[in-house]
């Protein structure tokens, strides 16, 4: 069965530094998008992303953050300055039409030191 | 903004026993979509079943069923036959139908389910 892949599973970075986490939707997905889990809490939602721009973001999503599809597969988020508090576990998804159910990647961990 | 709740930080289950997980919403509006995710320790999060409010009918697969009570905005997850691979965290999510809604899903804090042997 297809699924959402994400690289790194892990990344570790110093305050201040840019990060950018990868993913791969499914091929066929036309619906993309980011969430959040701090340790201990609930998964939050980012932004989604259709038709090559944002359709959505939340309160979180500030100018830190940038999504892009730069080619035809991948899709990924951009923290421009990390902060100790952007430490979470970064959840893609994905889904074929708006109402389809998403499927989500593994995650990347990521750890602002 | 729609609110969801899990009123259940931890539940406990035998196995092959039956527990039902606990999920109330908020919202002014008439359609959407719930979910119920589960999320086991390698933090994957994996869709358990879904339910659409414009449907009567609960959504059932497999050993997993929900009771939907559009009026009093209820949720619940029913897991029959408990296993021991049913053990993870357990997130309910509520979904818009709104088209100009962005389609974000909107995650309880979730319940912690453990199954004893």
């Known amino acids: 069965e297809p699924e959402v892949t994400q690289t790194p599973s892990h990344q570790v970075t110093q305050m201040g530094q840019e990060v950018i986490l990868r993913c791969v939707p499914i091929?066929?997905?036309?619906?993309f998008y980011w969430y959040r889990q701090i340790l201990g809490q609930k998964v939050e939602f980012l932004v989604s992303f259709y038709n090559n721009e944002i359709s959505e973001k939340s309160e979180i999503f500030d100018d830190q953050f940038s999504v892009e599809r730069p080619d035809g597969s991948n899709f990924t988020l951009k923290i421009r300055s990390t902060k100790l508090e952007d430490s979470a576990m970064y959840f893609c998804?994905?889904?074929?039409?708006?109402?389809?159910?998403?499927?989500f990647g593994n995650g990347t961990r990521l750890t602002v030191t | 903004a729609q609110t969801v709740t899990q009123s259940q930080p931890e539940m406990s289950v035998q196995e092959a026993e039956t527990v039902t997980l606990s999920c109330t919403y908020d919202?002014?509006?008439?359609?959407?979509?719930l979910f119920w995710y589960k999320q086991p320790p390698s933090r994957q999060m994996i869709l358990v079943i879904r339910?659409?409010?414009?449907?009567?009918q609960n959504a059932t697969e497999n050993r997993f069923s929900v009771n939907f009570q559009k009026a009093a905005k209820s949720f619940s997850l029913k897991i029959s036959d408990s296993q021991l691979g049913d053990a993870a965290m357990y997130f309910c999510a509520y979904r818009s139908a709104r088209t100009n809604s962005g389609y974000a899903l909107n995650f309880g804090k979730g319940t912690s389910l453990l199954v004893t042997p």
């Open positions: 998804a994905s889904s074929v039409y708006s109402d389809s159910p998403l499927h």
């Open positions: 919202t002014s509006e008439s359609d959407y979509y």
């Open positions: 091929s066929n997905h036309l619906y």
């Open positions: 339910q659409e409010a414009y449907k009567q």
